[in-house]
């Protein structure tokens, strides 16, 4: 097949939503099919909608994939007919994250409008499924098809995850762009109302949102927590692997997650998941046994958790193993990924 796929960017981007891109591309080719990117220029949401002013559809593909990110920029060139099909590739909607309700109309509106221009949808999660239906209805085929969260190979073993939770103060990893959605606030706040022994590394992007970056680095410093919070920045896959190996506990409380790829692969290294109850976090985190579920921003709730993690060694160890088999038991990417390609083919021969 020849297949063009747009994006904003590089997929070189660190998020799982481009891990999910680039692992796609990746399999595709590797499947003898032609792949064409279409990078438009990172810009802000009304710079993005003067695109439909300027942008066409490339030629010559037998199937167009358009990541969801890019929707304020693709509505003008989508209208039909379409010279071939158009499915769009959906994390999560932006109407779905936690903001003002007057802003989430606009984009509700945006949203939709692009959402009825397609053909079909690959989805990340159930939870993004059920976004976009209830949006659009249910009339449009498309297929669930979880992301790569494999990508760090066998789980950790047993008898390792039981030695390191005997082991000092309980070492926490945030692993994520330092952006406001996805709660490093709340991380930070949590650990200021609590008083047991803690280490906290925080992994990521921390020019993704200098603003916000400055204002955590600032909540530091204030609060006296220098000695137990490490910004790292982003790390190589070595230096990260070392750092997942050695925590106890992965805490990403984002406010929404389309699906939320890291807390999978922080259960490859037994790492029980803290995330919050809105979004797809839920898909992955059953609380109180692979990990804890809060409301969105609440610090008291999981300054609660991670108390009772830190003095609780039993039950830490409990939930570690309990995340290794609920990593074991999450489909292979290469399974995914056929059955995206099948849904491809299928349109294709349908057009």
């Not at 559809?57 to 509505?75: G, K, T, V, Y």
């Not at 992965?250 to 995330?275: D, N, Q, R």
Request: hydrophobic share 40%; net charge positive; with cysteine.
């Amino acid at each position: 097949m020849k297949i063009g796929f747009v994006i904003y960017g590089s997929l070189d981007t660190l998020s799982g939503g481009y891990l999910y891109d680039r692992k796609l591309t990746e399999y595709l080719r590797a499947q003898g099919d032609t792949v064409e990117i279409i990078s438009l220029p990172w810009r802000n949401y009304a710079a993005h909608l003067t695109d439909n002013l300027t942008f066409k559809l490339p030629p010559r593909l037998d199937i167009l994939i358009q990541d969801e990110l890019n929707h304020p920029s693709l509505i003008g060139a989508n209208r039909r007919p379409h010279p071939y099909p158009i499915v769009s590739l959906a994390h999560h909607l932006r109407c779905s994250e936690l903001r003002p309700p007057w802003q989430n109309a606009f984009y509700r509106i945006v949203e939709k409008k692009y959402l009825q221009s397609v053909d079909g949808f690959i989805f990340n999660s159930q939870t993004t499924q059920g976004a976009v239906k209830s949006l659009i209805g249910n009339s449009k085929p498309g297929v669930i098809a979880y992301p790569p969260t494999d990508r760090f190979g066998e789980a950790v073993s047993k008898e390792e995850i039981r030695e390191r939770a005997k082991s000092g103060e309980l070492r926490i990893l945030f692993l994520g762009n330092v952006i406001e959605r996805k709660g490093l606030h709340t991380l930070l706040e949590a650990l200021k109302l609590s008083t047991s022994n803690l280490q906290l590394d925080i992994i990521g992007s921390l020019t993704a949102d200098p603003a916000y970056s400055k204002k955590m680095r600032d909540f530091v410093t204030v609060n006296g927590l220098q000695s137990a919070v490490r910004f790292h920045g982003a790390l190589d896959n070595e230096a990260l692997v070392k750092k997942l190996r050695q925590a106890h506990i992965l805490i990403v409380p984002s406010s929404y997650e389309g699906f939320g790829i890291v807390y999978l692969e922080g259960m490859c290294f037994g790492l029980p998941a803290v995330g919050a109850t809105a979004g797809a976090a839920g898909e992955i985190i059953e609380h109180g046994k692979t990990g804890y579920l809060i409301q969105p921003n609440d610090s008291a709730a999981l300054a609660a958790h991670i108390s009772e993690l830190a003095s609780n060694r039993s039950l830490l160890t409990e939930l570690s193993l309990n995340a290794r088999r609920r990593y074991t038991q999450q489909p292979a990417w290469n399974e995914t990924a056929s059955q995206i390609r099948t849904f491809l083919q299928s349109l294709t021969q349908q057009q």
